[in-house]
């Protein structure tokens, strides 16, 4: 079913509306979306849909939860679209949003949220790492525990080598260095919103995201929930060493101005540095006339000078490369194709409820 861009952008406003409000979106109040962005997932993608499906059937029976999957491919460059478009829509209506090209993540992670219904969200990995059995935890602890954002982080990184935790201490300690909103350490992407947090993310207009920064900043009630993740069961992952130093930049810029206050910190560390060198040659000088070294000295601080300044202007580069691409307006992603699948079950098709796409 063919959805135009007009008509999505009014549903989403009208949603958004509403919760700003403060009215009660009674038509979300028992729906669940699953979002699952794809990029290359076509071998385990049955496997994955059939868990998924299992755990929607199991929410409507003992939750009353109506639930839509929501398949996102990414630009995929094997059958990723093919099997996803195959897939069958047994206990829960299934959508299949097919991107122009290869936007990323975060941009794949931002069409799920539009394409999702009006209730919860559940956002979680299509390379089976993420435990689908664990979806039904996280729905407890927004139902009965009445939290809006319930987030998944590993519970240890002892599998992992000592560079990479280092690595990945320092990120977090960077981004959430005198910022309001911290992230907590080693939270993923796989977590549930409740309607209202939803509807929250959705009215945040940047299109630089990053979007474990934007769910905390948020704010509501936030719990935590740790698990170890599986194994990858098919292929090998996309996220190699340049791609995560790729994207702790683009969360570093987008999310937070820590790497302009390390800049200013280096800057007045410099400053300091040169007065208390120069002080000490001038002392050196004029008390023992011990002659100062002129050339090795003035080479050295001219490349520590010119090295620091090239940094710091490449770090205020990134700064305003974002700005430009705020000031720009582009959309942050262009849909293909768009199709959806209603339950072929009567329960899930049942007078009252409505699929995703209505």
């Known amino acids: 079913m063919a959805v135009s861009l007009g008509e999505r952008a009014g549903s989403l406003r009208a949603s958004v509306g509403q919760a700003a409000k403060g009215t009660p979106l009674a038509d979300g109040a028992r729906q669940l979306s699953i979002v699952v962005p794809l990029f290359n997932e076509g071998a385990g993608l049955d496997g994955l849909h059939a868990k998924l499906t299992a755990v929607a059937k199991t929410l409507r029976e003992t939750r009353g939860l109506v639930c839509d999957i929501v398949y996102v491919d990414d630009g995929s460059r094997d059958n990723t679209l093919v099997t996803a478009k195959a897939l069958p829509a047994e206990a829960a209506d299934v959508q299949v949003v097919s991107l122009s090209r290869n936007f990323g993540k975060e941009a794949a992670l931002l069409a799920g949220l539009d394409h999702a219904g009006h209730g919860a969200v559940l956002f979680i990995d299509g390379d089976g790492q993420h435990p689908p059995a664990l979806i039904e935890t996280l729905v407890g602890h927004w139902i009965d525990g009445g939290n809006d954002v319930v987030f998944t982080a590993k519970?240890?990184?002892?599998?992992?080598?000592?560079?990479?935790?280092?690595?990945?201490?320092?990120?977090?300690?960077?981004?959430?260095?005198?910022?309001?909103?911290?992230?907590?350490?080693?939270?993923?992407?796989?977590?549930?919103?409740?309607?209202?947090?939803?509807?929250?993310?959705?009215?945040?207009?940047?299109?630089?995201?990053?979007?474990?920064?934007?769910?905390?900043?948020?704010?509501?009630?936030?719990?935590?929930?740790?698990?170890?993740?599986?194994?990858?069961?098919?292929?090998?992952?996309?996220?190699?060493?340049?791609?995560?130093?790729?994207?702790?930049?683009?969360?570093?810029?987008?999310?937070?101005?820590?790497?302009?206050?390390?800049?200013?910190?280096?800057?007045?560390?410099?400053?300091?540095?040169?007065?208390?060198?120069?002080?000490?040659?001038?002392?050196?000088?004029?008390?023992?006339?011990?002659?100062?070294?002129?050339?090795?000295?003035?080479?050295?601080?001219?490349?520590?000078?010119?090295?620091?300044?090239?940094?710091?202007?490449?770090?205020?580069?990134?700064?305003?490369?974002?700005?430009?691409?705020?000031?720009?307006?582009?959309?942050?992603?262009?849909?293909?194709?768009?199709?959806?699948?209603?339950?072929?079950?009567?329960?899930?098709?049942?007078?009252?409820?409505?699929?995703?796409?209505?």
């Not at 002892?158 to 080693?186: M, Q």
């Not at 790497?259 to 410099?270: K, W």
């Not at 000031?327 to 009567?346: G, Q, W």
Request: no cysteine; proline share 5%.
């Open 155 to 358: 519970a240890d990184r002892t599998d992992e080598s000592a560079a990479k935790r280092f690595a990945v201490k320092t990120f977090y300690w960077l981004i959430n260095w005198g910022a309001r909103a911290k992230i907590p350490p080693d939270a993923g992407d796989f977590r549930l919103l409740s309607p209202r947090a939803a509807a929250a993310l959705r009215q945040l207009p940047e299109r630089n995201r990053f979007f474990k920064g934007l769910a905390t900043w948020i704010g509501f009630r936030q719990i935590r929930v740790d698990y170890n993740p599986a194994p990858r069961a098919h292929g090998s992952s996309t996220w190699g060493m340049r791609s995560l130093i790729g994207l702790s930049v683009e969360g570093l810029t987008s999310f937070s101005v820590a790497p302009l206050r390390v800049a200013s910190m280096l800057g007045l560390l410099l400053a300091a540095s040169s007065l208390v060198f120069g002080s000490y040659m001038m002392l050196e000088s004029f008390l023992y006339g011990t002659s100062v070294p002129g050339y090795p000295s003035l080479i050295v601080g001219m490349m520590i000078l010119g090295g620091v300044q090239l940094l710091m202007i490449g770090v205020m580069g990134e700064y305003i490369g974002k700005v430009l691409s705020e000031i720009k307006a582009r959309p942050v992603y262009f849909i293909a194709e768009h199709t959806t699948k209603s339950a072929t079950d009567s329960e899930q098709a049942a007078p009252g409820s409505r699929s995703a796409a209505e």
